[in-house]
């Protein structure tokens, strides 16, 4: 994910002074070592990434510091240790940062006195643009929200607000795009419409950070994903590589049968079984691999004459996966 | 100062009850000053009238209505923002801190002059029968000036606690009415003296009229420390303002 660095030592050749190219090192977000604490309270932990084009996925379960990260990038916060620099200038206390970023924050919260036409040409008229009415029409076109802009924002149901509030995000064309949650309270139309949109956006060259606890949503959207666990960076990369750590973690399940302690002498010899149990009756499986334990548990059961009631995985939660990655 | 940040101030402080409860407050005064009117009109005696406009606008216009209506409108001019979250489409542009402070700061102050100065100028010119040798003007002057200055630092509570307008009202009630009456020395630091000094200053009424405990001179050079005091600190904070955190 990170631009390589130029080698030490090799100038580039001083050709003709027509372009002063930007310097292609500088990622379009960097994070290096940042850590954000509330009094006692630590939010963030020594993270560090950067990012440059594309979609990436800021997954992780709520309170894990999603919020808290995406505020230090946008300059709302201030990183108590390390440096958030957007194209390698800090973000906070620099309005002029967000010339360069457009922010869709999670609250719901809009001037909903305003129409959603006269909120996103006051978000191009703040942004100085020279044809604000313009650049409105253009991004109020992106979100498809034409048909219903004249309308209060008061009015708008909870996907029309995001989207009037993307479209505020995008009024200035901005290279970096930071989504708080944006998938909150759209309908599945609206979400597969957003996806399409921010793909899009991504796919004209900008980068695009996202922000979710859903690992379907983060899945289906993002090329690359930041993991975020109590406030640590988990996990970083290629979606499919995290999907399979994900799935191939110990998996917890109670058995229940019609020969519990049978069944227990036969999974106890399995490669793919860490540790059995038998309590108050319960039988519970702790395996080290989900595939291969539950392609083998049906036969087991039948070549030792018993018969499986139920499976039931114990341990689902996201919490419980996401920890698992901090523990790897 | 930012035009699109002025009117969307405009009609986020006038869009809603508030204008009305401040439009209310005003009515009051001028109501009282005109069955006063009519009361003098029908006895005849004009007699007392200036005494008694002094006392309203006094007691009414510059303790009640001039630091309520500042107080509404200060710390809501930027703070409502903040607390509804609004605020953040607003700071996300590329506008220096120090412009939309001074915008906020120039609207609410401009609010606050109209809702409390035209109450005061009609129910001076109601009460006192005219003009009295400039008491009605000195007032409304003074009005205009503490309003300014009590905007401003109501603006900055704003910026300092999301509890402002407790601490607007403990200011007012208690270290401009309570304190200030048992001892001299917190006189200075109260905007409604730095305003009956101005009133008194331009009025030409007898000073039993007047409870002006200030110079005017002190109470020009306290104003314009409170002012450009109060204004330095909410930029200041402003360029430092920090989204609450989830964890908190």
Known sequence: MTDPTPIAGVEPAPAEPVVPAEPVTTPALAVDHVSRWYGNVVAIND?????????????????????????MLSGFLRPSTGSVAVEGTPTFGNPEVYRRIGLVPERESAYTFLTGREFVTASARLHQLADPEAAATRAIGHVEMAATEDRRIGTYSKGMRQRIKVASALVHDPPILLLDEPFNGMDPRQRLHMMELLRRM?????????????????GRLAEQVLVIVAGRLAASGDFRE??????????????????????????????????????DGMLTVRSTDFGAFSRSVTGLARRAGVSLHELLPTDESLESVFSYLVRR | MNAVIARLTLRQLLGRRRLLLLLLLGGLMVLVALIYFLNRAASGGEAGSERFAGRLLQNFGLA????????????????????????????AKP????????????????????????????????????????????????AAVGSVIYVAMFLAFSLLTSRALIFGLLYVLVWE???????????????RQITLAVADALSDAPTTVLDAQLDLTTALVVGAILLVGATALAIRRLQRFEIAGETV
Do not use: C, W
Not at chain 1, 54 to 65: H, I, K, R, Y
């Open chain 1, 242 to 279: 995290i999907r399979r750590l994900m799935t191939d973690r110990p998996h917890t399940f109670t058995v229940r049968s019609s020969d519990d302690r049978a069944l227990a002498a036969v999974l106890v010899t399995q490669p793919s079984i860490a540790g059995v149990s038998l309590d």
């Open chain 1, 202 to 218: 991504a796919a004209e060259g900008r980068t695009i950070l996202f922000s979710s606890h859903i690992l379907e949503e983060v």
């Open chain 2, 95 to 142: 506008i220096s801190r120090t412009s939309v402070v001074l915008t906020k700061l120039v609207v609410a102050a401009g609010g606050a002059v109209l809702l409390t100065g035209v109450p005061v100028l009609l129910a001076g010119l109601l009460a006192a029968h005219g003009p009295a040798d400039g008491l009605v003007l000195g007032f409304v002057v003074a």
């Open chain 2, 64 to 91: 009640v209505l001039m630091p309520l209506v500042a107080l509404l409108l200060g710390t809501a001019a930027l703070g409502a923002e903040i607390e509804d979250g609004t605020a953040v489409y607003l700071l």
């Open chain 2, 177 to 191: 009415g309570l304190l200030a009456g048992l001892f001299a020395g917190t006189r200075v630091l109260s905007v």
């Open chain 1, 47 to 71: 993270v560090s990434f950067s990012l440059s084009g594309g979609v990436t996925g800021l997954l992780g379960p709520n309170g894990a510091g999603k919020s808290t990260l995406l505020h």
